[in-house]
């Protein structure tokens, strides 16, 4: 059985910082091409960073461009979105995903998703 399970959300102040981790069980994580999507209230969930699994390749969301990092698996198959400067428009349930394609960022492409973690952005 296939499991992804985020942690490390939570209520932060504008720019402050949070790592959201993923850990993956049931497969061979690291042949599996990772990413992050997130639901913000209201609105489509979009994508925000994607990291291939080479860990060669890394993409972003506009928006997030240098102000997240993706990791690669690490050796305990677990994952990380490295979250800096956080901006209340970040306020989102984010989602960690799997996808047997090398790397995409197309929410299309992903097999396995986490149950997703909340993150608050707030004065």
């Known amino acids: 059985q296939v499991q992804l399970v985020e942690s490390g ?22 042949r599996y091409g990772m990413g992050w999507f997130r639901r913000a209230p209201g609105k489509e969930q979009e994508f925000v ?3 291939a699994s080479s860990g060669e390749l890394t993409g972003y969301e506009n928006s997030v461009k240098g102000r997240f990092s993706i990791s690669s698996m690490d050796a ?14 970040d306020t989102a349930v984010y989602y960690c995903a799997a996808s047997s394609s090398i790397y995409c960022a197309d929410s299309a492409c992903y097999n396995y998703w986490g149950q997703g973690t ?6």
């Open 9 to 30: 959300g939570g209520l932060v102040q504008p720019g402050d910082s949070l790592r959201l981790s993923c850990t993956v069980s049931g497969v061979q994580a690291n």
């Open 118 to 123: 909340q993150v608050t952005v707030s004065s």
């Open 76 to 89: 305990n198959n677990t994952m990380f979105l490295q979250m800096t400067s956080l901006m209340p428009e």
């Open 49 to 51: 960073a994607a990291t």
